[in-house]
């Protein structure tokens, strides 16, 4: 039966969608990456100086994989840890299932990626210089928050156009609150090295 629903995709052996099928029988297109809240997604990416973007990326092509949507001898784990060579290709696989679920894409383009890139790369850069602008590098590290944030919200759009009954991973556990604050600690400390003035040597 056709429909208009520009959430429903034929089934053909091109699609993309391929084997899945809905209760009611019709192809649809499934939620297939990981759709985190804004507000957690922030507050990882900010107290762990950036470093969540691993994990983040992790959990992306690990939900792709599981969905068939890549290969399934793909490693996501391994793709987390080089997210540097990975951006692009998973920025634009955001970007054709966006459009391909009939809503507008803006952000997941190769620009966004290429800032992400930048950003780790800069971080790197600063964290070998003198201080004060070693101290840079966290702050230039935690800005991937950015690109993430701008891609999440896109898949989440995406996520509940395709399958209104999805729930974002919103929930902040034990586990997560512990990672928040042990962060903060962190930050907390980075800033006091960074304004207490280093003690003078006694001659």
């Known amino acids: 039966m056709e429909t208009n629903n520009p959430?429903?995709?034929?089934?053909?052996?091109?699609?993309p969608y391929a084997g899945l099928e809905s209760s009611q029988g019709a192809v649809a297109q499934k939620a297939r990456y990981y759709a985190v809240s804004l507000p957690k997604l922030v507050a990882l990416s900010v107290s762990t100086i950036g470093?969540?973007?691993?994990y983040w990326m992790y959990k992306q092509w690990d939900a792709l994989r599981d969905s068939n949507a890549i290969r399934s001898g793909s490693t996501p784990i391994l793709r987390g840890l080089f997210a540097l060579f990975f951006f692009h290709d998973l920025f634009a696989k955001i970007r054709a299932h966006?459009?391909?679920a009939g809503l507008s894409s803006r952000a997941a383009s190769s620009a966004l990626a290429t800032l992400a890139v930048i950003l780790i790369l800069g971080g790197n850069v600063l964290a070998k210089q003198p201080e004060p602008l070693a101290f840079l590098c966290f702050v230039v590290q935690t800005l991937?928050?950015?690109?993430?944030?701008?891609?999440q919200s896109e898949?989440?759009?995406?996520?509940?156009?395709?399958?209104?009954?999805?729930?974002?991973d919103s929930r902040f556990s034990a586990g997560t609150i512990?990672?928040?604050v042990l962060g903060l600690l962190i930050w907390a400390t980075m800033i006091l090295a960074f304004l207490l003035p280093a003690p003078t040597e006694v001659p």
């Not at 470093?51 to 691993?54: D, G, L, N, V, W």
């Not at 991937?144 to 891609?151: D, G, K, Y």
């Not at 898949?155 to 974002?168: C, F, G, H, Q, S």
Request: hydrophobic content about 60%; aromatic content about 10%; proline content about 10%.
């Open 144 to 151: 991937l928050v950015l690109p993430l944030a701008i891609a």
């Open 7 to 15: 959430f429903i995709v034929p089934n053909g052996p091109a699609s």
């Open 155 to 168: 898949i989440n759009n995406y996520t509940r156009a395709v399958d209104p009954a999805a729930k974002l």
């Open 51 to 54: 470093f969540y973007a691993i």
């Open 178 to 180: 512990l990672v928040i």
């Open 98 to 100: 966006v459009t391909e």
